[in-house]
Antibody
Framework: EVQLVETGGGLIQPGGSLRLSCAAS????????MSWVRQAPGKGLEWVSV???????YYADSVKGRFTISRDDSKNTLYLQMNSLRAEDTAVYYC??????????????????WGQGTLVTVSS | DIQMTQSPSSLSASVGDRVTITCRAS??????LNWYQQKPGKAPNLLIH???SLQGGVPSRFSGSGSGTDFTLTISSLQPEDFATYYC?????????FGQGTKLEIK
């Protein structure tokens, strides 16, 4: 059974740093595309970052240069290092596994499994 | 970045109604459009991928259509458990942007 369990959220002051972890079971993180998606209180979903199975990473403009996605293959765990945190980073952060579909030479990815989310609150 | 715009932002309907939600992309995304359902306090759940492919386990009353820039999600006969917020998302290119959501409420 696929499971994703996020930890590491909490209250942090503006300008501070936090590292989120996402422990995966039931599949191999390094063989899949993995993402972080966040949701500010009462707001919609915002895609944050993705790490491809080959190791390439991409970020939303809102976090580029401040957040880093990574994984530890030995621990089957995904991470999100968040630096220079701002009030607008306050959100529930979801870890997500992407399923890859290919047809006729074209491929795309969709989130097929989500973690339960971890709340990050940036406030003084 | 590709912008995704959903309409309406909210919708009131009754059990048994047929409901349609639309999603428009700021540029062509072929058929790389996904729909998710989210209930309060829960993670989203994938309903449809590639515009019209129903995810396993999702009831057949849900259907999707469209290509290019205009897409629709249709619920043929609303059930009580369908009242939730629905999001579209493009997976054509990073960043994989979401629409702002459509909240479906009981009339």
């Amino acid at each position: 059974e696929v499971q994703l369990v996020e930890t590491g959220g909490g209250l942090i002051q503006p300008g501070g740093s936090l590292r989120l972890s996402c422990a995966a079971s039931g599949f191999t993180v390094s063989s899949n595309y993995m993402s972080w998606v966040r949701q500010a209180p009462g707001k919609g979903l915002e895609w944050v970052s993705v790490i491809y199975s080959g190791g390439s990473t991409y970020y939303a403009d809102s976090v580029k240069g401040r957040f880093t996605i990574s994984r530890d293959d030995s621990k089957n765990t995904l991470y999100l290092q968040m630096n220079s945190l701002r009030a607008e980073d306050t959100a529930v952060y979801y870890c997500a596994r992407l399923e890859r579909y290919c047809s006729g030479g074209s491929c795309y990815s969709v989130v097929d499994y989500w973690g339960q989310g971890t709340l990050v609150t940036v406030s003084s | 970045d590709i912008q995704m715009t959903q309409s309406p932002s909210s919708l009131s309907a009754s059990v048994g109604d047929r409901v349609t939600i639309t999603c428009r992309a700021s540029q062509s995304i072929s058929s790389y459009l996904n729909w998710y359902q989210q209930k309060p306090g829960k993670a989203p759940n994938l309903l449809i991928h590639a515009a019209s492919s129903l995810q396993g386990g999702v009831p057949s009353r849900f259907s999707g259509s469209g290509s290019g820039t205009d897409f629709t999600l249709t619920i043929s006969s609303l059930q009580p458990e369908d009242f939730a917020t629905y999001y579209c998302q493009q997976s054509y290119s990073t960043p994989y942007t979401f629409g702002q959501g459509t909240k479906l409420e009981i009339k």
